[in-house]
Nanobody
Framework: QVQLVESGGGLVQAGGSLRLSCAAS????????MRWYRQAPGKQRELVAR???????NYADSAKGRFTISRDNAKNTVYLQMNSLKSEDTAVYYC??????????????WGQGTQVTVSS
């Protein structure tokens, strides 16, 4: 079994920054893509950013130029640096990862979420 634990959420004023972290632990052979999603109240969960094991990245249009996703493969950790935060960034942010176990089976795992609140 694999656990993803997010941290770094909180309350920040508009224009401020936050850095989210998500650490994976458990029986892990290799982690492929890692992603950050978010879900605002009354809205569907949306993909914010994605990073492959090789470091290639993709961003939602709303995140481009303000957010940066990165990862430390040695620590099985993914980060989301969020700058120039806006009130519309307020949401619960979830980490997601595609994880291979030692038997080369791949499974999809989610963290419990971390709240980000941006005050205007």
């Amino acid at each position: 079994q694999v656990q993803l634990v997010e941290s770094g959420g909180g309350l920040v004023q508009a224009g401020g920054s936050l850095r989210l972290s998500c650490a994976a632990s458990g029986i892990i052979f290799r982690i492929n893509a890692m992603r950050w999603y978010r879900q605002a109240p009354g809205k569907q969960r949306e993909l914010v950013a994605r990073i492959t094991s090789g470091g290639s990245t993709n961003y939602a249009d709303s995140a481009k130029g303000r957010f940066t996703i990165s990862r430390d493969n040695a620590k099985n950790t993914v980060y989301l640096q969020m700058n120039s935060l806006k009130s519309e960034d307020t949401a619960v942010y979830y980490c997601n990862a595609d994880v291979f176990d030692p038997y080369r089976s791949i499974s999809d795992y989610w963290g419990q979420g971390t709240q980000v609140t941006v005050s205007s």
